[in-house]
């Protein structure tokens, strides 16, 4: 069933302007030895010690940006992608230092993106750069029998997509706990990562509890991929603790709300049509209910001007500051920015995350500005609740 769904998906992203030649001309190699930094050359050497960190059980470790680049926003409902112009724009991330990318099964044509994007790195950078490349996938299948063949084949689809003999990372979803299958999956996935067709193994969306049960299962887990924002802090109830314990680390998404966490929606009307900016966006409309949920729109709007004199003070953008924010927390490894490929970019926002340092003044008066809405995780449940009701 997944597979034939990746068939579809590749099927509708070749439709994606597969003619059109590429834009631009193979660039020496030589030209990037000095790339994949977070930085320029007048970076400090803490500040790009700062832009990566290694997740890591027992013998297996994938070391990434901190910051990683999601591709959801690929996968339809944010504009149209143009195939060209969005692995020009992947190539420049990655040659800011921006190298890690997260995509899934599901995201329209992100894998098949990143396959093309990857053999431009081979061709056009040279071997230090593309050790510095990283592509983190997710598999989300049914809750179906999982047998080693169906897991196998699943797994192989995203492997010929993304053009890899082994997955850096597969992150792996599962819909509906009272079907202990995903035990089962999990276990031939750790089969595939023993046959080098996957580097390092992962979650999304699991609780602590199921968390838990795995890792006594002795599945060698690295990280768990979940909603983490100034809005949405429950990671930090219960799930940290355990990741504390145990060395899993936490890979956050919604950390800048789809871009309700920025400028751009301070102070606006978003109640009268056209009079402020607009909720059209899957991703803006996901997480204005998150907003909802946690205490309205007015109690935000005094988050983002507490936000806002953080962001003046250091000379950064509100987005910067509510990730870096998250990024302190314990046990979290690396946050998760969307990229609007080929539309639009915010690379230099990015870079800026990784100088920005917050002083006792300013996680003072962010926590207590994010510590007036309601606790999200009475009203919703433990992380990835809300995608099991």
């Given at each position: 069933?997944?597979?034939?769904?990746?068939?579809?998906?590749?099927?509708?992203?070749?439709?994606?302007?597969?003619?059109?030649?590429?834009?631009?001309?193979?660039?020496?190699?030589?030209s990037y030895t000095s790339?994949?930094?977070?930085?320029?050359?007048?970076?400090?050497?803490s500040t790009v010690e700062?832009?990566?960190?290694?997740?890591?059980?027992?013998?297996?470790?994938?070391?990434?940006?901190?910051?990683?680049?999601?591709?959801?926003?690929?996968?339809?409902?944010?504009?149209?992608?143009?195939?060209?112009?969005?692995?020009?724009?992947?190539?420049?991330?990655?040659?800011?230092?921006?190298?890690?990318?997260?995509?899934?099964?599901?995201?329209?044509?992100?894998?098949?993106?990143?396959?093309?994007?990857?053999?431009?790195?081979?061709?056009?950078?040279?071997?230090?750069?593309?050790?510095?490349?990283?592509?983190?996938?997710?598999?989300?299948?049914?809750?179906?029998?999982?047998?080693?063949?169906?897991?196998?084949?699943?797994?192989n689809v995203s492997r010929?997509?993304?053009?890899?003999?082994?997955?850096?990372?597969?992150?792996?979803?599962?819909?509906?706990?009272?079907?202990?299958?995903?035990?089962?999956?999990?276990?031939?996935?750790?089969?595939?990562?023993?046959?080098?067709?996957?580097?390092?193994?992962?979650?999304?969306?699991?609780?602590?509890?199921?968390?838990?049960?795995?890792?006594?299962?002795?599945?060698?887990?690295?990280?768990?991929?979940?909603?983490?924002?100034?809005?949405?802090?429950?990671?930090?109830?219960?799930?940290?603790?355990?990741?504390?314990?145990?060395?899993?680390?936490?890979?956050?998404?919604?950390?800048?709300?789809?871009?309700?966490?920025?400028?751009?929606?301070?102070?606006?009307?978003?109640?009268?049509?056209?009079?402020?900016?607009?909720?059209?966006?899957?991703?803006?409309?996901?997480?204005?209910?998150?907003?909802?949920?946690?205490?309205?729109?007015?109690?935000?709007?005094?988050?983002?001007?507490?936000?806002?004199?953080?962001?003046?003070?250091?000379?950064?953008?509100?987005?910067?500051?509510?990730?870096?924010?998250?990024?302190?927390?314990?046990?979290?490894?690396?946050?998760?920015?969307?990229?609007?490929?080929?539309?639009?970019?915010?690379?230099?926002?990015?870079?800026?995350?990784?100088?920005?340092?917050?002083?006792?003044?300013?996680?003072?008066?962010?926590?207590?500005?994010?510590?007036?809405?309601?606790?999200?995780?009475?009203?919703?449940?433990?992380?990835?609740?809300?995608?099991?009701?």
């Amino acid at each position: 069933m997944a597979a034939l769904s990746s068939h579809h998906l590749f099927s509708t992203f070749t439709r994606f302007n597969s003619s059109k030649t590429a834009k631009s001309k193979s660039i020496s190699r030589s030209s990037y030895t000095s790339f994949i930094r977070c930085a320029d050359s007048s970076t400090s050497t803490s500040t790009v010690e700062n832009q990566r960190v290694t997740v890591s059980n027992g013998d297996d470790s994938l070391e990434i940006c901190r910051v990683l680049n999601g591709m959801w926003q690929t996968s339809g409902g944010w504009g149209r992608i143009d195939r060209d112009d969005a692995v020009e724009a992947m190539l420049r991330y990655a040659d800011s230092g921006l190298s890690t990318f997260d995509m899934a099964d599901h995201y329209g044509p992100a894998e098949d993106l990143y396959g093309i994007f990857i053999n431009r790195v081979r061709r056009e950078r040279p071997p230090e750069y593309l050790e510095k490349v990283r592509g983190l996938t997710k598999w989300v299948p049914p809750p179906v029998k999982m047998t080693s063949s169906f897991v196998r084949d699943n797994i192989n689809v995203s492997r010929k997509r993304m053009d890899v003999d082994s997955l850096d990372m597969l992150q792996f979803h599962w819909w509906d706990y009272s079907n202990s299958g995903y035990l089962d999956a999990l276990k031939h996935l750790t089969d595939l990562k023993g046959e080098g067709k996957i580097k390092t193994l992962a979650l999304t969306n699991f609780d602590t509890e199921r968390l838990q049960i795995i890792l006594e299962n002795e599945i060698p887990i690295v990280s768990n991929q979940v909603q983490h924002s100034l809005v949405d802090m429950r990671p930090q109830q219960k799930m940290a603790e355990l990741c504390q314990l145990t060395g899993v680390k936490l890979i956050t998404y919604g950390t800048v709300m789809g871009g309700l966490l920025s400028e751009k929606f301070l102070d606006a009307n978003i109640n009268i049509p056209f009079a402020g900016p607009a909720i059209n966006t899957p991703s803006l409309q996901k997480y204005k209910r998150m907003v909802d949920a946690w205490g309205g729109w007015g109690l935000f709007q005094g988050l983002l001007r507490t936000l806002k004199q953080v962001a003046s003070k250091h000379g950064v953008s509100i987005s910067a500051v509510a990730v870096k924010y998250i990024l302190d927390q314990p046990a979290v490894a690396g946050s998760m920015v969307g990229v609007r490929l080929g539309l639009s970019e915010h690379i230099q926002d990015c870079n800026a995350i990784f100088s920005l340092v917050l002083d006792e003044d300013d996680v003072s008066s962010i926590r207590e500005a994010s510590g007036k809405g309601k606790n999200l995780l009475r009203v919703i449940g433990d992380c990835g609740d809300e995608y099991r009701g």
